[in-house]
C-alpha cells in the first residue's frame, strides 16, 4: 500500500532563513508527487508537483522540490521565508495514470511551520 | 470560474442524526473524491468516483455513502452521525488528459467542518 511520511510535525525558521520540509513515500507504480500548502481556516492549494522529466521542480511562492528516486523522496525548499509562508505543508502522492491505481491521493500527516520574527 | 464548491461550510450535528454534504464542480473533470481532516492525521480519502455513476471506497470509507448521477456533483451523505466523524471534510476533482490518460492535480473545495455532539 502507498504511505507518505513526513518526518517534522513542526518546523521552526526564522524569517529570511532557508527552508527543507522532508517528504518520503512508498509506491508501487509510477507515482505522481505534490506539496500542498493550507493557511488556517483555509482549503489547500497546489504549490507545485512532479510527475517526470526534471527532477528539480519549481513552484508558486519561491518553492522548488527535489525528486529523487533513489531516497524514495520528495523534499520541499525554498531558499528565504517570509511571515506569510507560515502554515502546513502536506505532501501527497498518487497515481500518473488513471486505472493505475485508486484514483485518490495518499497525504502525509503535514508539517507545520513557524516563522520566527 | 467557481472550481469546486463545497456546503454547507459549517454545520452542527447531534448523534445519530442524518445530513449530506454537497460539492459541485465545474470543470467537467471526470474524477472526484471526498477527504477527511483530522489533527495529526493529514487528509485520509473516504470515498471517489472515476466517472457518473462509478463510485469506490477509499481508507476510512465506513459510516458515509456516495453516489455520482451526473459530472458535476459528488454529495457525501452520513446516514447516522457520530461523534468520530467530527472532522472538517473536503472535496476534490481533477481529470485525466491525452491518449495515456495521465492524472493532472486535484483541485480541492473550501471544506466543510462538521461537529458531531
Known amino acids: 500500500a502507498q504511505s507518505v511520511t513526513q518526518p517534522d510535525i513542526h518546523i521552526t525558521v526564522s524569517e529570511g532563513a532557508s527552508l527543507e520540509l522532508r517528504c518520503n513515500y512508498s509506491?508501487?507504480?509510477?507515482?505522481?508527487l505534490f506539496w500542498y500548502v493550507q493557511s488556517p481556516g483555509q482549503g489547500l492549494q497546489l504549490l507545485l508537483k512532479y510527475f517526470s522529466g526534471d527532477t528539480l521542480v519549481q513552484g508558486i511562492k519561491g518553492f522548488e522540490a527535489e525528486f529523487k528516486r533513489s531516497q524514495s523522496s520528495f523534499n520541499l525548499r525554498k531558499p528565504s521565508v517570509h511571515w506569510s509562508d507560515a502554515a502546513e505543508y502536506f505532501c501527497a502522492v498518487g497515481p500518473s495514470y488513471s486505472g493505475g491505481g485508486a484514483d485518490g491521493l495518499t497525504f502525509g500527516k503535514g508539517t507545520h511551520l513557524i516563522i520566527q520574527p | 470560474n467557481a472550481g469546486v464548491t463545497q456546503t454547507p461550510k459549517f454545520q452542527v450535528l447531534k448523534t445519530g442524526q442524518s445530513m449530506t454534504l454537497q460539492c459541485a464542480q465545474d470543470m467537467n473533470h471526470e474524477y472526484m473524491s471526498w477527504y477527511r481532516q483530522d489533527p495529526g492525521m493529514g487528509l485520509r480519502l473516504i470515498h471517489y468516483?472515476?466517472?457518473?455513476?462509478?463510485?469506490d471506497q477509499g481508507e476510512v470509507p465506513n459510516g458515509y455513502n456516495v453516489s455520482r448521477s451526473t459530472t458535476e456533483d459528488f454529495p457525501l451523505r452520513l446516514l447516522s452521525a457520530a461523534p468520530s466523524q467530527t472532522s472538517v471534510y473536503f472535496c476534490a476533482s481533477s481529470y485525466s488528459k491525452g491518449q495515456d490518460r495521465v492524472n493532472t492535480e486535484a483541485f480541492f473545495g473550501q471544506g466543510t467542518r462538521l461537529t458531531v455532539v
Open positions: 509506491y508501487g507504480a509510477t507515482p505522481y
Open positions: 468516483s472515476v466517472g457518473a455513476g462509478i463510485t
